[in-house]
């Protein structure tokens, strides 16, 4: 079992559902998330008032799978995220000891479906 996050940018999100629904994924967990990286955010006037803006808007997708669906998950992410510019995210592989389903109270890979 893993706990796949990634961030991507908010436009993205639709494509990155579409490819996961393409791959079978549908269980998800989407937040919203501000975080800069290599693009450093960027300087904004607005009525004479110059603002650097350091955190940028970005979505956080969490997704628990079976180790089967590692690899189909990571690459649902990237075809639909990937633009091919700065910013276009991150995605992080945890291992995942232990998942409760508290409504039947399974464990383990059966708990996530």
């Known amino acids: ?5 990634s961030y991507i940018k ?3 999100l ?3 559902k579409q490819e996961l629904y393409k791959r079978n994924i549908f269980k998800m967990s ?12 960027y300087v904004s ?4 008032a110059i603002s650097e ?3 940028l808007r970005k979505v956080r ?8 669906y590692v690899q189909p998950t990571i690459d649902g992410i990237i075809a639909g995220a990937r633009t091919g510019h700065i910013g276009d995210g991150k995605i992080f592989v945890l291992p995942m000891d232990q998942c409760i389903r508290i409504r039947t109270g399974e464990t383990g890979p059966d708990a996530i479906g």
């Open 61 to 68: 997708v969490a997704i628990a799978v079976n180790d089967e």
């Open 45 to 48: 006037a607005y009525r004479g």
């Open 14 to 16: 639709n494509a990155v």
């Open 1 to 5: 079992m893993k706990l796949i996050i």
């Open 10 to 12: 908010p436009e993205r």
């Open 53 to 55: 803006v350091n955190l």
């Open 30 to 41: 989407v937040s919203n998330a501000l975080g800069c990286g290599q693009q450093k955010g």
